[in-house]
C-alpha cells in the first residue's frame, strides 16, 4: 500500500511507500520560501540568476510593474542620478566656471571623470526608459509612446503626464496584453 504526499516545487501528489510514510513529516517551508522573491521553482538557483534578477528589475523593457516598486526603484535612481550630477559639479567647479558655455560639453567629453559621468547618467536614463516602459505596461499602454519625450517643449508636459499617470494611477487589473501583474 502506498501514501500519497504532497511534495513542494512539484505538481500533484508523489506515492511514497508505506514503509517511509509512518515516519514523522518534515516541516514545511514552503510560506517561508514563496515570501522571498528570488527564490525560484527551479532547483538550480545560482548567483548569476540573481544577477540576471537585480538587472532585469532595473533595466528589463518587457514585463509590468507596480506601482509600489516603480516608487522604489525611482526613488532610488533619481537619488543616483543626482548624486552623481552633483558630485561632479561639486568636484569640478571651479574649472567649470571658467569656461564658456560652448567648452562646458568639451571639457566634459575631455576628462576621465567628464565620460565616466556621461556614462553613469546613459545608464540611470535608461534605468528610467525602462522603468516608465513597464508602468506603461502594467496600464495596458505601449511602451512606444515614451518616444514622445524627444519632442521639444512637448516632452516635458508629456514627462509631467506620465509621472502622475505612472506615479498614481493603478494599472489593468488581471493579466493584460503585457502579462501578467
Not at 506515492?15 to 517561508?32: H, I, K, L
Request: charged share 15%; glycine share 10%.
Amino acid at each position: 500500500m502506498t501514501v500519497s504526499r504532497k511534495t513542494f516545487g512539484k505538481r500533484g501528489v508523489t506515492p511514497v511507500p508505506t514503509a517511509f510514510a509512518s515516519r514523522t513529516p518534515e516541516p514545511d517551508f514552503a510560506p517561508a520560501r514563496a515570501q522571498n522573491a528570488l527564490v525560484l521553482e527551479d532547483e538550480n538557483f545560482s548567483g548569476g540568476k540573481a544577477a540576471a534578477f537585480g538587472l532585469g528589475l532595473f533595466f528589463s523593457f518587457n514585463g509590468r510593474i507596480s506601482r509600489g516598486p516603480y516608487w522604489m526603484i525611482g526613488t532610488v535612481r533619481f537619488v543616483l542620478m543626482m548624486a552623481v550630477i552633483f558630485g561632479y559639479a561639486f568636484n569640478n567647479m571651479t574649472d567649470i566656471q571658467a569656461l564658456s558655455e560652448d567648452e562646458v560639453f568639451a571639457y566634459m567629453v575631455g576628462s576621465t571623470a567628464g565620460l565616466t559621468m556621461l556614462a553613469l547618467v546613459g545608464i540611470l536614463t535608461v534605468c528610467a526608459w525602462s522603468l516608465e516602459a513597464r508602468r506603461c505596461h502594467d496600464r495596458d499602454v505601449s511602451a512606444w509612446w515614451l518616444l514622445l519625450y524627444l519632442i521639444p517643449f512637448f516632452g516635458a508636459l508629456y514627462g509631467a503626464y506620465l509621472f502622475v499617470v505612472n506615479g498614481f494611477f493603478k494599472g489593468t487589473p488581471g493579466a493584460n496584453r503585457f502579462g501578467p501583474p
